[in-house]
């Protein structure tokens, strides 16, 4: 599956991308945001038009960490991504977990991500019909979108700096989907945005990216429905193969299986917060 889902250069590659279909399908968004420059066994990610986004400035590594590699992946990191010693720091890389102790030990959160794919999803058996699911057909859509993601930002973000980063994030997403690369749904309950999802083609592939409901509305049955029903019209519409989602949260891993979604991969990570 992931082989024909995915497009590969003829040369070989910094970093072997067939491995995880979750950092391939990451790169699809970074070659279009951003910077994505080949090394002697990395690539360095970056967005210089979303400083704060972490996960979009970094190195990927095509091997997990080794014993006593921190500084030297951390002096790699401040040559190609940011010098500031109090930045943040992320890392990625294909394969196995790795050493990572001694990062954990400096204050580095270990990312634990699992990629799964669908070739049919599948309707779910506790779906919601009482939705709305359309694409974003106004600004007023686009910026409900905006404020519903902050409002399902994880309790440790500060609001302040997490507002920018959307908008940044979802000014790039307005200008993938006018250039036909992709295209964000919504689920509406009389009117009213209540979760959001986007979906991305790389190759006959499509990622679904940041699923999101409104807290008030969890449990109902909404996100389910809206991930079946986007799903098959981006099938439809983009002339998609397989649908790819991917979650740290063992919670959303059942939600994407009741909707006939198998774990394909496991991906790695490492990240501190700047300091």
């Known amino acids: 599956m992931t082989s024909e889902a995915i497009h590969h250069p003829a040369s070989t590659p910094a970093v072997d991308l067939t491995r995880s279909l979750s950092y391939a399908s990451d790169l699809m968004f970074h070659r279009h945001a951003g910077e994505v420059g080949e090394h002697d066994g990395f690539l360095s990610i970056r967005t210089p038009d979303n400083p704060g986004f972490w996960w979009g400035n970094f190195l990927l590594f095509g091997q997990p960490p080794g014993a006593g ?3 030297s992946w951390e002096r790699l990191f401040e040559t190609h991504i940011d010098a500031d010693p109090g930045g943040h720091r992320v890392f990625g890389w294909i394969g196995e977990e790795g050493e990572t102790a ?11 991500c699992t990629a799964l794919a669908s070739q ?26 905006v404020e519903l993601q902050v409002q ?38 009389e009117g009213k945005l209540v979760a959001d999802l986007g979906i991305y083609p790389f190759g006959t592939a499509g990622r ?39 979650t740290d949260e063992d919670s ?24």
Not at 252 to 260: A, I, P
Request: aromatic share 12%; net charge positive.
């Open 252 to 275: 959303t891993q059942r939600l994407y299986k009741s909707v006939g979604f198998i774990p394909h991969d496991v991906s790695y990570g490492l990240q501190r917060q700047p300091r």
């Open 69 to 71: 590699e921190r500084i």
């Open 152 to 189: 399902c930002r994880d309790a440790g973000m500060a609001e302040d700096a997490y507002r920018p980063f959307k908008q940044a994030q979802f000014a790039f997403y307005r200008r993938l989907e006018e250039k036909a690369l992709g295209r964000r749904y919504g689920a509406f309950v």
């Open 208 to 246: 679904y990216n940041n699923v999101c409901t409104h807290p008030d509305h969890r449990r109902q049955g909404i996100a389910a429905q809206l991930i079946f029903e986007a799903g098959w019209r981006a099938m439809s519409a983009m002339t998609l193969q397989t649908l790819v989602i991917v």
């Open 102 to 112: 001694d990062f954990i030990a400096q204050g580095y959160t270990l990312c634990v």
């Open 120 to 145: 049919r999803p599948l309707p779910p058996a506790r779906g919601n019909g009482l939705i709305e699911v359309r694409s974003y057909q106004s600004e007023a859509d686009w910026q409900a979108a």
